[in-house]
T-cell receptor, first 112, second 110 residues
Framework: NAGVTQTPKFQVLKTGQSMTLQCAQD?????MSWYRQDPGMGLRLIHY???????DQGEVPNGYNVSRSTTEDFPLRLLSAAPSQTSVYFC???????????FGPGTRLLVL | SQQGEEDPQALSIQEGENATMNCSYK?????LQWYRQNSGRGLVHLIL?????REKHSGRLRVTLDTSKKSSSLLITASRAADTASYFC??????????FGQGTILTVHP
């Protein structure tokens, strides 16, 4: 199993551009989530999904959009990138709510 | 908001010593999880302890949970240089939405 994979590993955007961060898992996990990590801080939840077709907001959802059309994939869309969105983004999955979460390697995003 | 607060923010010890990190939180939880993050890498799950448990062990790791004090501790015994990393506690209030603390940076000197 590849576990949780994320692409790209690194991306540079200009303010106002849009892009999609990809996340995929091959463990048949129902629960998936997106976090961002800023320097010297822990992770903050952006959006999460409890199954295909079901998504909800986390702590810092503004400026991001998600959808979950399949169990395997959970892409994160930046609608109009801003410098405040410069961060490292982690995707995670778990078999169910309240269980261990498995994290991807992260995507480092720089918005100029 | 950061529910979990780790203490200390940084810890420097010699190989072979024990390392203790503490985590405090504010609201009721379903479980508390500890993760390790090596520099520039993703998070690796260490231990999950549920609200009705008081202590769990995994190899050289020991986690305690005191729900009356809303606190948890992570003990790493006989530390190794490879244990050098950031350690985060994360609380789950029951919906699977983890709230992370700011982490403890552990440095183990050979």
């Amino acid at each position: 199993n590849a576990g949780v994979t994320q692409t790209p590993k690194f991306q540079v955007l200009k303010t106002g551009q849009s892009m999609t961060l990809q996340c995929a898992q091959d463990m048949n996990h129902e629960y998936m989530s997106w976090y961002r990590q800023d320097p010297g801080m822990g992770l903050r939840l952006i959006h999460y999904s409890v199954g295909a077709g079901i998504t909800d907001q986390g702590e810092v959802p503004n400026g991001y959009n998600v959808s979950r059309s399949t169990t395997e994939d959970f892409p994160l869309r930046l609608l109009s990138a801003a410098p405040s969105q410069t961060s490292v983004y982690f995707c995670a999955s778990s078999p169910d709510r309240g269980e261990t979460q498995y994290f991807g390697p992260g995507t480092r995003l720089l918005v100029l | 908001s950061q529910q979990g607060e780790e203490d200390p923010q940084a810890l420097s010890i010699q190989e072979g010593e024990n390392a203790t990190m503490n985590c405090s939180y504010k609201t009721s939880i379903n479980n508390l999880q500890w993760y390790r993050q090596n520099s520039g890498r993703g998070l690796v799950h260490l231990i999950l302890i549920r609200s009705n448990e008081r202590e769990k062990h995994s190899g050289r790791l020991r986690v305690t949970l005191d729900t009356s004090k809303k606190s948890s501790s992570l003990l790493i015994t006989a530390s190794r240089a490879a244990d050098t990393a950031s350690y985060f506690c994360a609380t789950d209030a029951g919906y699977g939405k983890l709230t992370f603390g700011q982490g403890t940076i552990l440095t183990v000197h050979p």
